[in-house]
């Protein structure tokens, strides 16, 4: 076990130094100069020449490559060109609000999704199965943006249920959490109901029914706790993408989260803010795999991590 989880941990660290570098050559590609958004268009040429030697932006990419990996492997993910403000301070900064509105809209999409997916598959092939396919494939085609919009003006503007934009307390995150939460809901239950229907028809269910065991305990205890093995997979790989910034809803609903700080430094070019945000979603990603591979023994002690 030791050696599987060393070579995990290896295997990451060459994914989190690929990101930094392909991250690194894609952002450098991109045409414009940062000095001239930093210190704008009117900028004499000397201003211009001292923020170039400043940043190194002169000096050939190569070198400049070994400036950000030395910085990346000591913890410093640089300062931002516009605010001058530490790249990892601006990212925790903005981490809380992340962090509870993907809480929220988890816990939301999961207590619709795991009812939705279990009862579909005990009545499958009903209308109540087609429905729920109906409802999940519409609410995929959703655009985020538009439907931010759409729930922001009727529910909001119009009713007053919700405050429009702005972050000052748990109220705020309610509407964006809700957003979010149609947009996945139906995606789980769909994954659920599939889990679910290969797991009621193994040997394990029918020994569970012969043996008398109530309808509820085969669905919940024997039937829901297998099926979510695919399900904590995907659902990791999206909770390491919510904190890495809903960028859309963010946006709409003026939340000072990390999607919209990822959003305004692309806007001012802001490299070093590009390349953070980009680096933290990455070692986001990497962890949520190594802890879905804790959750895979837990979930089912019969799963073995090879060496």
Do not use: C
């Amino acid at each position: 076990m030791l050696l599987s989880f060393s070579n995990r941990l290896f295997w990451s660290a060459v994914t989190l130094l690929g990101t930094a570098v392909l991250t690194f050559f894609l952002v450098n590609a991109v045409p414009g100069d940062v000095a001239r958004i930093i210190a704008g268009p009117k900028a004499s040429a000397d201003v211009i020449k001292a923020i170039h030697a400043k940043f190194h932006l002169d000096e050939p990419i190569w070198k400049r490559l070994g400036y950000h990996l030395n910085s990346l492997a000591h913890g410093d993910l640089g300062q931002s060109y516009i605010t001058d403000q530490p790249v990892a301070e601006a990212i925790l900064t903005r981490l809380p609000a992340t962090a509870a509105l993907s809480a929220i809209a988890i816990v939301l999409w999961m207590l619709l999704a795991v009812p939705l997916g279990v009862l579909t598959a005990k009545y499958n092939g009903t209308w109540f199965d087609r429905s729920v396919l109906v409802l999940a494939t519409f609410s995929l085609s959703l655009p985020a943006f538009w439907l931010a919009r759409m729930l922001q003006y009727w529910l909001s503007y119009k009713l007053g249920w919700f405050p429009v934009a702005g972050f000052r307390g748990f109220a705020h995150l309610l509407l964006p959490a809700g957003t979010l939460a149609l947009l996945f809901v139906g995606y789980y239950a769909r994954l659920i109901h599939s889990s679910m229907m290969e797991v009621l028809n193994s040997a394990y269910v029918r020994a569970a029914r012969a043996k008398g065991a109530s309808e509820t305990a085969v669905l919940f205890r024997h039937g829901l706790r297998n099926a979510m093995i695919p399900v904590v997979t995907i659902l990791g790989m999206d909770v390491a993408g919510l904190l890495g910034g809903v960028m859309f809803v963010e946006n709409v609903f003026a939340l000072p989260g990390i999607g919209s700080l990822a959003v305004q430094s692309v806007f001012n070019l802001d490299v070093p803010v590009i390349m953070g945000t980009v680096m933290f979603s990455a070692v986001i990603v990497v962890a949520a795999n190594l802890v879905v591979d804790v959750l895979y023994r837990w979930i089912d002690p019969r799963i073995k991590t090879s060496a």
